[in-house]
């Protein structure tokens, strides 16, 4: 059983940075695409960054050059997020689609606010 556990949510001020992590246990396959969605209040949820086995990676146009995805050996994931605007505020949700399945974590609040 796959099971993912985000850490790092908080308030933070405009233009301040935080560092999101996602903790995966369980046994994959090979071929996964690993990433990170969000969901502000009244809005869909939107992929923010994703990352597969192949070293493809795709991020939103509105968080290119300020957020940054990487993943370790255990394909644990991290977001580590700079210049966070108010428009960031949302729940972040890590992802895992692996062996035809789709794991969620339960989400991590941020609030950019002053």
């Known amino acids: 059983q796959v099971q993912l556990v985000e850490s790092g949510g908080a308030l933070v001020q405009p233009g301040g940075s935080l560092r999101l992590s996602c903790l995966v246990s369980?046994?994959?396959?090979?071929?996964?695409?690993m990433g990170w969605y969000r969901q502000a209040p009244g809005k869909q949820r939107e992929l923010v960054a994703n990352?597969?086995?192949?070293?493809?990676r795709n991020y939103a146009l509105s968080v290119m050059g300020r957020f940054t995805m990487s993943t370790d050996s255990s394909r644990n994931m991290y977001l580590q997020m700079n210049n966070l605007e108010p428009e960031d505020t949302a729940i972040y949700y890590c992802?895992?689609?692996?062996?035809?399945?789709?794991?969620w974590g339960q989400g991590t609040q941020v609030t950019v606010s002053s």
């Open positions: 992802n895992l689609q692996t062996g035809g399945k789709n794991y």
């Open positions: 369980g046994s994959t396959y090979f071929f996964a695409v």
């Open positions: 990352l597969n086995t192949l070293g493809t």
